[in-house]
C-alpha cells in the first residue's frame, strides 16, 4: 500500500523498561520483541492479548512516552490522540467540562478565546452530550459520559489517529454499546485511524477491520478480523477465542 495511505509505519520495535521500583543504574527489561505493522488511514485496528502482553507499552511507544526502544515509528499524520481507560483517571476533578474540552486547543495556542468555545461547543454536541454538562464536573457525570467528554478531547485538535486504550472496558454493556457506536461513526464521518486496544475479542470483532494478537511482547498473528476469527493459526489465538465464547 502506498505511504499516503498510511497512518502508522512501526517497524522492528523493540521497547525496554526499567522494573518499577528499581534504581535508576539497574539493568533495563526488554518488554516488546520485533514489533512490525502498519495502520491504514480510516482503518480500525485491532491490537489484543491478555493483561501483560504489552499491549500498552507499545501504545505509550508510538505516542512518545516511552524512550528506550529501537525501530523505526512513522507517523503520517500530526497530533495523534489517546483515549485512556479510565475515563475518571483522565478529567481533572478540579474543573468543569467546558475547561477541560477548551485546554488543549488553550496549549495549542492557535485560537482566540470566543473561537477556542466555540470549538469546544461543538465538539460536545458531536460526542452527543447536551449543552448544560458544559458547566458540570467530572464527579457529577456517569461513566459514558465521561468517556465521551475523554473521546471529545481527543477529537479537539482533529488528529487522523487515534489510540483508544481499553476505552470501553470500564462502561457496561449499554453504554460500551453506545460508545462503540461513536467511535465507528467518527471514523465514517472524519476518516479517522484507530488503533483499538482491547482484551476482549467479542468488541474487537464488533468494530476492527484487522486485527493484531500479542503474547509475551511479541505480535504472534495478525490478519483481517473475519479471517483471523474464523481460521485462526496460532493456538494461543484459539485460547482466546475460546476464553471469549
Not at 14 to 25: E, L, M
Not at 102 to 118: F, M, S, V
Not at 131 to 148: A, M, N, T
Amino acid at each position: 500500500m502506498p505511504t499516503s495511505e498510511k497512518a502508522l509505519e512501526v517497524e522492528h520495535l523493540n521497547v525496554w523498561y526499567r522494573p518499577s521500583g528499581a534504581i535508576r543504574k539497574s539493568k533495563l527489561e526488554q518488554v516488546l520483541y520485533d514489533v512490525s505493522f502498519d495502520l491504514n488511514r480510516g482503518e480500525i485496528l485491532g491490537l489484543v492479548g491478555e493483561s501483560g502482553s504489552g499491549k500498552s507499552t507499545l501504545a505509550r511507544t508510538i505516542l512518545g512516552m516511552v524512550g528506550d526502544y529501537t525501530g523505526t515509528i512513522r507517523h503520517y499524520t500530526k497530533r495523534p490522540q489517546m483515549i485512556f481507560q479510565d475515563p475518571a483517571g483522565s478529567l481533572n476533578p478540579g474543573h468543569t467540562i467546558g475547561w477541560i474540552l477548551q485546554e488543549p486547543l488553550r496549549i495549542y495556542g492557535k485560537y482566540d478565546a470566543a473561537e477556542t468555545e466555540r470549538r469546544a461547543r461543538d465538539i460536545l454536541e458531536l460526542v452527543g452530550l447536551e449543552p448544560h454538562i458544559w458547566d458540570r464536573y467530572p464527579k457529577e457525570l456517569s461513566g459514558g459520559q465521561k468517556q465521551r467528554v475523554c473521546i471529545g478531547a481527543a477529537l479537539i485538535q482533529k488528529p487522523a489517529l487515534i489510540i483508544a486504550d481499553e476505552a470501553v472496558s470500564a462502561l457496561d454493556v449499554t453504554i460500551q454499546a453506545q460508545i462503540l457506536d461513536l467511535i465507528a461513526s467518527l471514523r465514517k464521518e472524519f476518516g479517522i485511524s484507530y488503533l483499538f486496544i482491547s482484551h476482549d475479542l467479542n468488541v474487537v470483532y464488533q468494530i476492527c477491520d484487522r486485527c493484531l494478537v500479542m503474547k509475551h511482547g511479541h505480535i504472534v498473528e495478525q490478519g483481517d478480523v473475519e479471517e483471523l476469527y474464523n481460521n485462526p493459526k496460532e493456538e494461543y489465538t484459539r485460547a482466546l477465542l475460546a476464553a471469549a465464547e
